[in-house]
T-cell receptor, first 113, second 112 residues
Framework: DQQVKQNSPSLSVQEGRISILNCDYTNSMFDYFLWYKKYPAEGPTFLISISSIKDKNEDGRFTVFLNKSAKHLSLHIVPSQPGDSAVYFCAASDTGANSKLTFGKGITLSVRP | KAGVTQTPRYLIKTRGQQVTLSCSPISGHRSVSWYQQTPGQGLQFLFEYFSETQRNKGNFPGRFSGRQFSNSRSEMNVSTLELGDSALYLC???????????FGNGTRLTVT
């Protein structure tokens, strides 16, 4: 049973526009959420995280929103750049920290020039 | 600062054999985690070591084991390999539980 779900396998957006990547989870014990980006032949790279006590966290062009009642989080990238084209993984933890992460299956983002 | 180093990058083994994968964390990082990535299941947590002690364990059979040495380097062992063990095995290190994970580029294991 997938506890972290990224239902859309791919997303294509125009350069300069907003990219919105969605993620849903089922385990109410999750209290820490992260987004990772992965390029081919490389390991995932940490992007941004959010604790369950917050509903928004920003870091430059990246903003993560958390809706605990809906068990939903989203990653907004504004403005999108061609270099953002990669696979994005949503991950969650029930340890309040960066351990024992449960990952979604990823979304492939393509940013068109 | 050197990143997480995993060796070897590629490995081909026969069903029934065993394999050992190695991971050198970023200098100063004491936590090492292992993940398995397959097309069907995505990234799945195997285990985490901190200061030579296993701190967390995922839902994998006992054929999967690991250890961490005093210099924080870690090894993962899979015994009696099965075809389904074919995957990308990723190692990640962090300075502490609240620090982001830094992943290596992985070891691609193919079991024939």
């Amino acid at each position: 049973d997938q506890q972290v779900k990224q239902n859309s396998p791919s997303l294509s957006v125009q350069e300069g526009r907003i990219s919105i990547l969605n993620c849903d989870y089922t385990n109410s014990m999750f209290d820490y959420f992260l987004w990772y980006k992965k390029y081919p032949a490389e390991g995932p790279t940490f992007l941004i995280s959010i604790s369950s006590i917050k509903d928004k966290n920003e870091d430059g062009r990246f903003t993560v929103f958390l809706n605990k009642s809906a068990k939903h989080l989203s990653l907004h990238i504004v403005p999108s750049q061609p270099g953002d084209s990669a696979v994005y993984f949503c991950a969650a933890s029930d340890t309040g920290a960066n351990s024992k992460l449960t990952f979604g299956k990823g979304i492939t983002l393509s940013v068109r020039p | 600062k050197a990143g997480v180093t995993q060796t070897p990058r590629y490995l081909i083994k026969t069903r029934g054999q065993q394999v050992t994968l190695s991971c050198s964390p970023i200098s100063g990082h004491r936590s090492v985690s292992w993940y398995q990535q397959t097309p069907g299941q995505g990234l799945q947590f195997l285990f985490e070591y901190f200061s030579e002690t296993q701190r967390n364990k995922g839902n994998f059979p006992g054929r999967f084991s690991g250890r961490q040495f005093s210099n924080s380097r870690s090894e993962m062992n899979v015994s009696t390999l099965e075809l389904g063990d074919s995957a990308l095995y990723l190692c990640a290190s962090s300075a502490s539980g609240v620090s982001p994970l830094h992943f290596g580029n992985g070891t691609r294991l193919t079991v024939t």
